[in-house]
């Protein structure tokens, strides 16, 4: 239908173990300051998204533009988190006509090499889920291989309780462990983007080095920089207001449509 907003409709993107709601605030808020459509999107092997055997992160950026063909969107704006964040990076890069600005949250277009990611998910998978009593005690059970509170109960709202059946995972753990190193890296030979996009990262979190920044400027030739102090990597959640402040201000200098 016909939109009465300035703006191009905004997509969220979550990071690895997130769902559509880890930005839900935010997008509400969006959608009512810009008076515009928002949307956030599970990525394929998680939250209510279907299961896939592959998990590349072309694929996941190809995701994004079949949704928005879908909904018959002709540009849109991104706002993606560390996975997500990726996933965004890679649409501007191949889609620069779709998309009409970025906001990238804590993570860059660069390969990231920390084995962290493997043995959370080997942790994860050694969790015995079976015998588990409640979600204190899976808690208390990773708290030695994922040492901030925050983080471990973001991903722990991966497992749900379900009535008859004990503990499940919501997410496919089995695809996301096979495709680690996939998901640490970033293509190569990906073509510059010219599409405006803001890198916010966290203050506190360790994803942000002066390598990561420059690569991300020969790959975004737009790019701009916001450091949000008192923020871990899930910015949003550690800072909601600067965060929705920034992603505001952004949004209203260059998310405007076309159309």
């Excluded at 810009?34 to 995701?63: F, I, P, Q, V």
């Excluded at 002709?74 to 998309?99: I, R």
Aim: proline share 3%; net charge negative; charged share 20%.
């Amino acid at each position: 239908g016909v939109r009465e907003s300035d703006y191009a409709p905004v997509i969220f993107l979550h990071g690895l173990f997130g769902s559509k709601i880890n930005f839900s605030r935010h997008s509400r808020r969006i959608a009512a300051d810009l008076k515009t459509e928002t949307y956030s999107l599970d990525c394929r092997n998680h939250g209510a998204s279907a299961w896939h055997d592959t998990m590349y992160l072309t694929e996941l950026a190809e995701d994004v533009v079949t949704f928005a063909q879908q909904q018959g969107l002709d540009s849109f704006n991104l706002v993606g988190h560390s996975l997500g964040g990726k996933q965004a990076c890679l649409v501007c890069a191949h889609y620069p006509e779709l998309v009409q600005s970025a906001v990238i949250v804590d993570i860059f277009p660069a390969k990231f090499t920390s084995n962290v990611l493997d043995e959370t998910c080997t942790a994860l998978q050694l969790l015995d889920i079976d015998n588990l009593k409640s979600r204190k005690e899976a808690s208390d059970l990773l708290a030695n291989q994922i040492k901030v509170e925050s983080e471990r109960n973001f991903i722990l709202s991966n497992l749900l309780q379900v009535k008859g059946c004990g503990w499940k995972w919501r997410c496919n753990l089995e695809i996301i462990s096979q495709f680690t190193e996939d998901v640490r890296g970033y293509p190569d030979n990906v073509p510059v983007s010219p599409t405006n996009t803001l890198f916010i990262y966290g203050g506190d979190s360790d994803y942000m080095t002066p390598d990561r920044v420059s690569r991300t400027q020969e790959l975004f030739s737009a790019a701009e920089f916001l450091e949000i102090s008192g923020a871990g990597h899930i910015v949003h959640l550690d800072q909601p207001d600067n965060f929705y402040s920034a992603l505001r201000n952004f949004l209203e200098r260059y998310g405007e449509s076309e159309f």
